[in-house]
């Protein structure tokens, strides 16, 4: 009976742990996906690909923030706790996504309009840099050994959650209930509007979970979650680093850039982009769990190398054949194809960063070094995909993601795995 209770109020943890998460990332996504039709709003004297290049640009400036609020938050979390640290994180992301539902636009108030639009990324990037770091180290601590990565991948099921929920609103807003006029006017404020509602929602459910026993063992060590007694673990470090460099911008060019891949070289519609992203994004989500189960009766680094070896070599030809494409159907194999080699790494990334380091600094020692090297490589993933493409060589684009992955790839052979070393204490 002990040990039922025991294992519901584990789930129960996890679930309330990712809930939260999934209501950062739809507030972070939304921005994405819904640029298409805002982007005129705030840029207006442009083209479509240098109007995506501008609001890309804010997007990107939205990460560079992020590794301040790994440190913040990564900090936070070690210090005072993971649950109070993830539950401040998304009541800062709601202030950023009130900001945008409100914005006036350029026509409105001139330069004044994208200077807030960047204020409001820079908040929210100072939200999702604390959140993955401290739910990373929360669902890890939480879950069981024999079923940490199982329970863990529900991090990324929940992250990807929050596109799902933001594509779908997109398909319902644009085919249903509005039409395009009405969604570049004023149709694009929904979803920043839903998401500030929702992160004050999330904020009531994290206030009620409890705290982690890892987070019990380091109470009384003075010297957690600080930068100097991080730096005496500059192996696990680079190793976050070299892990997190090619997932990280396979999977923005996959998931978050696709849609505008979609539109803007492919030429489809937006709705038939939209379409797309929803289901390939849904199935991407569904396969999360299954690997993070296998990672548990295999090892994570067999996982970490199917991706490196896959994602060097397919990368090129996927995104080169997407690029040619006409039927709907073929694009939403490839696009899918690309989706299931990136979960070799998407799937355990979280569980394999916490695995890594003591409790006294796990937080922000999986937090800031993912933030550095996402903010680097993931957030301008976008634009430098749309810089290529403007200077008519979109293909580099290509090479590049090939390049990242392979050189993850040499970090995956080399390190340990660490299902077997994992520093996380029952």
Not at 56 to 66: D, E, K, L, M, Y
Not at 95 to 124: D, E, K, N, V
Not at 325 to 340: D, N, R
Request: charged residues 15%.
């Amino acid at each position: 009976m002990n040990q039922s209770k025991t294992q519901t109020h584990r789930i129960r943890s996890i679930i309330g742990g990712s809930i939260g998460n999934l209501v950062e990332w739809y507030d972070w996504y939304a921005y994405s996906f819904f640029s298409i039709y805002f982007a005129p709003a705030f840029f207006p004297k442009a083209d479509q690909t240098a109007q995506l290049l501008n609001t890309a640009g804010i997007f990107a400036v939205g990460f560079f923030i992020r590794p301040i609020g790994g440190w913040l938050f990564g900090s936070f979390a070690d210090k005072y706790g993971r649950k109070k640290s993830m539950t401040v994180s998304v009541l800062v992301m709601s202030f950023g996504s009130l900001i945008i539902a409100c914005c006036p636009t350029y026509h409105t108030i001139g330069l004044f309009a994208p200077l807030l639009l960047f204020i409001a990324r820079l908040i929210q990037g100072l939200s999702v840099g604390g959140e993955y770091g401290t739910s990373a180290t929360y669902l890890s601590e939480m879950a069981t050994k024999e079923k940490r990565g199982f329970y863990s991948s529900f991090q990324y099921v929940t992250l990807i959650g929050g596109q799902l929920i933001a594509v779908g609103l997109q398909l319902v807003l644009q085919n249903f209930i509005l039409t395009e006029d009405q969604m570049k006017t004023w149709g694009w404020r929904i979803p920043f509007a839903i998401g500030a509602v929702l992160s004050v929602i999330a904020f009531y459910i994290r206030s009620t979970l409890d705290e982690t026993k890892s987070f019990d063992y380091i109470k009384r060590n003075a010297d957690k979650g600080t930068i100097g007694e991080l730096l005496r673990y500059p192996k696990a470090i680079v190793t976050v680093i070299g892990l997190t460099l090619g997932g990280t911008i396979a999977f923005y060019t996959y998931s978050v850039y696709m849609q505008k891949f979609l539109v803007n070289t492919v030429h489809f519609t937006n709705q038939k982009a939209a379409i797309i992203s929803f289901f390939s994004l849904l199935f991407f989500a569904g396969v999360q769990p299954l690997f993070g189960l296998l990672s548990d009766r295999v090892g994570r680094k067999p996982l970490l190398i199917a991706f490196g070896v896959l994602g060097t070599l397919s990368t090129f030809p996927i995104l080169t054949f997407l690029s040619t494409v006409h039927s709907e159907i073929t694009a939403f194999t490839l696009v899918m194809s690309g989706l299931l080699i990136v979960s070799g790494y998407t799937s355990i990334n979280a569980v394999v960063k916490a695995e890594l380091f003591p409790g006294h600094v796990r937080a922000l020692g999986v937090g800031l070094p993912y933030a550095l090297t996402t903010a680097i490589f993931g957030g301008t993933a976008e634009y430098i995909a749309l810089w290529f493409k403007k200077t008519g060589h979109e293909n580099y684009f290509y090479f590049y993601v090939s390049l990242c992955i392979f050189i993850s790839l040499i970090v995956y052979i080399r390190m340990a795995d660490t299902r077997s070393t994992s520093l996380i204490k029952e």
